[in-house]
């Protein structure tokens, strides 16, 4: 019998990545990456102001290089046996469109419109407009539309919308609405924008867009026009209602066919966001946590609508209905920067060097860099290993804001506990404690909540790089942490949404059983650490609390 394929497609900040994966025997057979050529350059992104955004050009040409470098080990056979694409993106990452579900940045009069683009998840230009958002929708109403997200953020759906349109009256004028990135590149592949007829996936829709069956959609018309009339026209422009990922949203249209070289038989399944994509690339299930490690954190669960009833969660960023999986809960919560503290740690430490590049000879230069670029945090990591257990340095972990307790942009960091007689890796060591501990007081979080975690699940490139971080994850935990073996779990996440919309298997749960990752490794909590930590943990609150009244 002959093997038929589905392909995985995941758009991350920098780059899109796809995978081709076998229905029948769970294998990866193809592969590819693109990056964003544009966003390669440094073009449309300013880090000072917190604007970073994204050329739909730069979408389009990723997702067609990136399938078919993963289809070049297939022949025209084997292709003519894909059965499905499933797409995942970051989010949120929304776009203003014209009529057609056109970006504006795609039309000749805004193509080098930074306001024409899409507004990469990461933008938080949206500050103040995420107040306002968050007050109208707490106190706007009858309804508190905050009752299963908790705060609004800046990086989220309505803050840019409104951002946008008060500084550019040109996109409020053109922009008949918006569209979500990873709803428009389903929209692309089925070769159809229309917003009155574009799928909408439930994981933008639900956690984004406040969309909730309790409130019977959209937040309401009333509680938008007090902040902007504009976003009660996005609101009744907005079309279908939004379906779970696995549910099928069209089939690839000839265009997209003929450059792909595939059969528009083929199905695309509906659209998600790239972590929630990677939970189930990941194998979640009811009672299993799973922590997706990047540059950031974020963490997912899923539980039945009734068991969640009289629990108060808002305090996490948000629980969204069909999100992750088809009739369940999907919660998600995490930190706003995980691996990206590490990175900027060894940033300041090569500042001195840096600094030198015009007193050296480029060749020396470039040589000492590469050096300590590839050594640094291997070294910071053996010297942390090597240190006793006192002193104790504790850092708190909101470098980029707080995501969990109440999503706060405005929380910094802190470091506690210095002497002048420590050296870096007494700092690292305090960055990754401060790190775990904010993922130990999220499951803390739940736990007190009643929500059930039995297993702990870590993907990421964290998860497989850094034995150190993941053995104190463990101990900090005081549960086992399973590390899965896959590279692109996102893509491969979407690949099994892919397996399910085109009927190769009935649901989630069957695919997930032949083609999630597998685990390869587990970390197991020593009893005598997770003891000397918890006192450490305890500093650790103590400073969280005295960083959440100190506002400068």
Avoid at 194 to 223: Q, T
Avoid at 299 to 305: F, W
Avoid at 336 to 363: S, T, V
Avoid at 527 to 537: A, G, I, L, P, S
Wanted: some cysteine; charged content about 25%; overall charge negative.
């Amino acid at each position: 019998m002959e093997n038929n394929y589905v392909i995985g497609v995941d758009f991350g900040s920098d780059s899109s990545r796809a995978v081709v994966v076998d229905t029948e025997t769970g294998k990866t057979v193809g592969s590819g990456t693109a990056f964003y050529s544009r966003w390669k350059k440094g073009l449309y992104q300013h880090p000072e102001q917190g604007i970073f955004r994204q050329h739909p050009l730069d979408y389009l040409e990723a997702i067609e290089s990136c399938i078919l470098e993963a289809l070049k080990p297939l022949g025209p056979r084997e292709r003519s046996r894909v059965l499905g694409i499933g797409i995942d993106t970051t989010g949120s990452t929304p776009a203003p469109v014209n009529r057609e579900g056109t970006p504006l940045a795609l039309l000749e009069e805004f193509a080098e419109d930074e306001n024409a683009m899409f507004y990469l998840w990461k933008d938080h230009s949206a500050f103040a407009e995420a107040e306002e958002v968050n007050e109208a929708f707490r106190h706007g109403s009858g309804t508190d539309y905050t009752k299963y997200q908790g705060n609004y953020c800046a990086e989220w759906y309505w803050a840019k919308i409104l951002h946008a349109v008060r500084t550019d009256q040109r996109i409020r004028e053109a922009a008949y609405t918006w569209e979500e990135h990873s709803d428009w590149m389903v929209g692309v592949m089925c070769g159809e924008t229309r917003p009155d007829h574009i799928f909408h996936g439930a994981c933008a829709a639900g956690h984004k867009a406040y969309w909730h069956s309790e409130w019977g959609g959209l937040p309401a018309k009333e509680v938008l026009e007090k902040l902007d009339p504009y976003l009660v026209q996005v609101r009744e422009r907005y079309g279908n209602a939004p379906q779970p990922a696995v549910v099928k949203a069209g089939n690839l249209c000839p265009e997209w066919a003929k450059r792909l070289g595939l059969s528009t038989d083929v199905v695309i399944s509906g659209s998600s966001f790239d972590a929630h994509a990677g939970a189930v690339g990941a194998g979640i299930r009811e009672k299993t946590l799973i922590c997706t490690m990047g540059t950031s954190a974020v963490d997912m669960i899923v539980e039945k609508a009734e068991n969640l009833e009289g629990k108060d969660i808002k305090r996490f960023c948000g629980q969204a209905e069909n999100s992750i999986l088809p009739d369940l809960v999907g919660v998600e919560t995490g930190q706003a920067a995980f691996g990206d503290i590490f990175a900027w740690f060894k940033k300041l430490l090569m500042w001195p060097l840096d600094n030198l590049k015009e007193e050296l000879d480029p060749e020396t230069f470039r040589k000492i860099r590469k050096t300590m670029d590839k050594r640094m945090l291997v070294d910071l990591q053996k010297g942390a290993e090597a240190l006793p257990d006192e002193p104790f340095p504790v850092s708190l972990d909101w470098f980029n804001g707080r995501r969990y307790p109440d999503t706060d942009d405005f929380q910094k960091a802190l470091i506690g506990g210095l002497r002048l007689g420590m050296e870096p890796p007494y700092v690292y060591r305090a960055l990754v404690f401060g790190a775990v501990c904010g993922m130990k007081r999220i499951v803390a979080g739940f736990e007190e909540q009643g929500i059930e975690i039995h297993n702990v699940t870590a993907v990421g490139g964290i998860s497989k790089k850094s034995e150190y971080v993941m053995q104190m994850m463990a101990d900090v935990l005081g549960k086992e942490v399973a590390i899965v073996d896959a590279d692109q779990t996102c893509a491969l996440g979407a690949a099994i949404y892919a397996a399910v919309g085109s009927g190769a298997y009935g649901d989630v749960s069957q695919a997930s059983a032949h083609l999630a990752a597998k685990e390869i490794r587990r970390f197991v909590p020593r009893k005598e650490r997770h003891d000397f930590y918890m006192k450490h943990y305890a500093e650790y609150i103590q400073l969280a609390e005295f960083g959440d009244n100190w506002k400068i």
